[in-house]
């Protein structure tokens, strides 16, 4: 017999399917203008001192790992598919790969934020949303009852 979901399960998938849906939307905006001006992202300002030239790189690599993987996630935190290639990503083997998987979506985010403050500058309010995102979805995914219902193992521990 299945777990009852905890309550902080809940929101964690609210958060992830928040990010899901705006970093498909962001992405595929940003592939399908890649000057950036449908999203009034004009590439001479934001992107002065980066790699790029405009926006279609950002908006592939924001559409695959903040849009697609985010629903990967979604997928493996509600269903708990034994997904054999997931199984061989997950550094935490007592745990079920989609919670490892929610960990990493945080850490991903944080780390997006973190380059895009080191190459364009901060100070823009959706950066703090979004770094606070990504906070928030690692606070979410280490709480005591999320934590024992993707437990597989001894490490899982009782929680509280």
Same mark, same amino acid.
């Given at each position: ?11 964690? +998938?609210?958060? =992830? ?14 592939? +399908? ?38 629903? =990967? ?88």
């Amino acid at each position: 017999m299945r777990k009852p979901r905890p309550f902080s399960l809940y929101l964690l +998938a609210f958060l =992830i399917l928040f990010q899901c849906g705006s970093g498909l939307l962001g992405g595929f905006s940003l592939i +399908a203008d890649p000057s950036g001006n449908s999203l009034q992202m004009p590439a001479s300002e934001y992107l002065e001192g980066t790699p790029f030239n405009n926006y279609l790189i950002p908006g592939l690599i924001l559409g695959a790992l903040l849009g697609l993987f985010p629903l =990967i996630v979604l997928i493996g935190l509600w269903r708990r598919p034994g997904w054999a290639w997931a199984d061989k990503l997950n550094v935490y083997r007592h745990y079920h790969w989609a919670w490892a998987f929610s960990l990493y979506l945080g850490l991903m985010l944080i780390i997006w934020i973190d380059v895009q403050i080191a190459f364009i500058g901060g100070g823009h309010f959706l950066q703090t949303i979004y770094g606070l995102l990504g906070v928030a979805i690692l606070i979410f995914a280490l709480m005591p009852g999320v934590m024992q219902y993707f437990s597989t193992g001894p490490a899982g521990g009782t929680g509280g």
